[in-house]
């Protein structure tokens, strides 16, 4: 589980694609690395297969490849980065699975004073599970809802946000993962009994 609460912008550095999907060559300050341990790229919950000093590799599965825009990302390209919550960390964001449930586009930014406000196309298969001043994960970080509309919603961005984030690297109509909060489905699934 995460908290999407960045810990920082990784880099891609190696992108190797195979038969059976992709692996990417992650730059990363991250001590105590171990193999087999979750970290999310970007919103997305993946394995470490190796790692060095400086750096980890991830395994892109063909599913994880089609359902994200992983699978077009190239070296130079920014990411999101956070590991697994531990047990005894301190919880600031909301449940994170880092789970995509589906790949949205930018489709405004504003700067407003010192905040930002990034709107976003909400496709229909999650507008139920988007509410007004309700969480949501983009590209890994956990966002409050400023306004949402029927195809359309905002989130305002500190500064904090902005900078220390691959969010400062985003425009109009690129790609970002979006993860509705998984409280919502399960209290879906629990009313769909009663009806």
């Not at 406000?117 to 590209?139: H, I, M, R």
Request: proline content about 2%; charged content about 25%; hydrophobic content about 40%.
């Amino acid at each position: 589980m995460f908290t999407g609460i960045v810990e920082e912008t990784g880099s891609v550095v190696d992108v190797t694609d195979t038969d059976g999907g992709r692996r990417l060559r992650l730059r990363t300050t991250f001590d105590e690395l171990q193999h087999g341990q979750s970290i999310s790229v970007s919103g997305v919950c993946l394995t470490v297969e190796d790692y060095g000093e400086d750096w980890f590799e991830v395994f892109l599965a063909a599913e994880t490849v089609e359902k994200t825009y992983l699978g077009t990302v190239d070296v130079g390209d920014a990411v999101n980065l956070e590991r697994a919550l531990r047990a005894d960390g301190r919880f600031d964001g909301h449940i994170v699975q880092g789970h995509v449930d589906t790949t949205t586009e930018v489709t405004a930014i504003e700067q407003v004073g010192e905040d930002w406000f990034f709107e976003f196309a909400l496709p229909e298969d999650a507008a139920q599970y988007v509410v007004n001043k309700g969480s949501v994960t983009l590209d890994g970080i956990s966002l409050t809802v400023a306004e949402k509309r029927a195809d359309r919603f905002t989130v305002a961005i500190i500064p904090t946000t902005y900078e220390l984030t691959a969010l400062s690297t985003k425009e109009v109509g690129d790609p970002i993962h979006l993860e509705v909060d998984v409280v919502a489905k399960y209290v879906e699934s629990m009313l769909d009994g009663y009806r």
